[in-house]
T-cell receptor
Framework: RKEVEQDPGPFNVPEGATVAFNCTYSNSASQSFFWYRQDCRKEPKLLMSVYSSGNEDGRFTAQLNRASQYISLLIRDSKLSDSATYLCVVTTWVSGGSNYKLTFGKGTLLTVNP | NAGVTQTPKFQVLKTGQSMTLQCAQDMNHEYMSWYRQDPGMGLRLIHYSVGAGITDQGEVPNGYNVSRSTTEDFPLRLLSAAPSQTSVYFC????????????????FGPGTRLTVL
C-alpha cells in the first residue's frame, strides 16, 4: 500500500456543484494532515489543515478518520476559481530521528466548468 | 518579506553538465527542503535540512548534493545532469518540523523548470 493515495481524478464539475476528494494513508502513526492546492504551473499552497474533529473554512470542509486512515475534502458551491490540483499531505515522525517527514499524494485535478 | 525565492526559473542543460539551483528564504525558517515534481509521480523529497549545518537525504537523493551554511540559503547541486533529472524543482521552508511543532505550514518557492538534453 502506498504511503498516501488519492483519488486519481480528474474531476470535472459544473459551477455550484459539491465535490469530494478522498485520501488514504498507510502509516497509523501519522501525526498531522493537510490539504494543499496547486494551480497550473505554480507552487503548492496550504489550503487547510485537517483536525481530528473535522474542520470547516467557508465552503471547504475537511474530515479525518484515524481508524480508517482516511481524510477527505469537501468543496461546496464550486467556483471557477476552485479549478486546481488538490494535494493530500501527511506528516509522520521519522523513527529514530528528530523531525517529521512530509509525504504528498499525487494530487487530484479539479476543473469547474461554467 | 519575499518569502521563498528560487533561481533560475528555467534552465536547459546538456547531459553531464553540473549546476546549482538557488533557494533562499527570509522568514528565519529552520526547516528547508527540496522536492522534485514529475507528471504522475507527485512531489518527492530530495534533501532536507533542519537547521544551518545539518542536512539529510530524502526519498530520491541520488545525483544531488546540498549544503546549509546559513539559515537563509539552501542550494541544490546537480553533479552530472542526466535526462532523468528533467523535472520541476521546488524549494520549501517552514518554521520547524521538530517534535514540538508538527503542524507548520510549508511555504514553497515558485519552482525551477529544468530540462536535461
Amino acid at each position: 500500500r502506498k504511503e498516501v493515495e488519492q483519488d486519481p481524478g480528474p474531476f470535472n464539475v459544473p459551477e455550484g456543484a459539491t465535490v469530494a476528494f478522498n485520501c488514504t494513508y498507510s502509516n497509523s502513526a501519522s501525526q498531522s494532515f493537510f490539504w494543499y492546492r496547486q494551480d497550473c504551473r505554480k507552487e503548492p499552497k496550504l489550503l487547510m489543515s485537517v483536525y481530528s474533529s473535522g474542520n470547516e473554512d467557508g465552503r471547504f470542509t475537511a474530515q479525518l478518520n484515524r481508524a480508517s486512515q482516511y481524510i477527505s475534502l469537501l468543496i461546496r458551491d464550486s467556483k471557477l476559481s476552485d479549478s486546481a490540483t488538490y494535494l493530500c499531505v501527511v506528516t509522520t515522525w521519522v523513527s529514530g530521528g528528530s523531525n517529521y517527514k512530509l509525504t504528498f499524494g499525487k494530487g487530484t485535478l479539479l476543473t469547474v466548468n461554467p | 518579506n519575499a518569502g521563498v525565492t528560487q533561481t533560475p526559473k528555467f534552465q536547459v542543460l546538456k547531459t553531464g553538465q553540473s549546476m546549482t539551483l538557488q533557494c533562499a528564504q527570509d522568514m528565519n525558517h529552520e526547516y528547508m527542503s527540496w522536492y522534485r515534481q514529475d507528471p504522475g509521480m507527485g512531489l518527492r523529497l530530495i534533501h532536507y535540512s533542519v537547521g544551518a549545518g545539518i542536512t539529510d537525504q530524502g526519498e530520491v537523493p541520488n545525483g544531488y548534493n546540498v549544503s546549509r551554511s546559513t539559515t537563509e540559503d539552501f542550494p541544490l547541486r546537480l553533479l552530472s545532469a542526466a535526462p532523468s533529472q528533467t523535472s520541476v524543482y521546488f524549494c520549501a521552508s517552514s518554521y520547524s518540523l521538530s517534535g514540538r511543532k508538527p503542524y507548520n505550514e510549508q511555504f514553497f518557492g515558485p519552482g525551477t523548470r529544468l530540462t536535461v538534453l
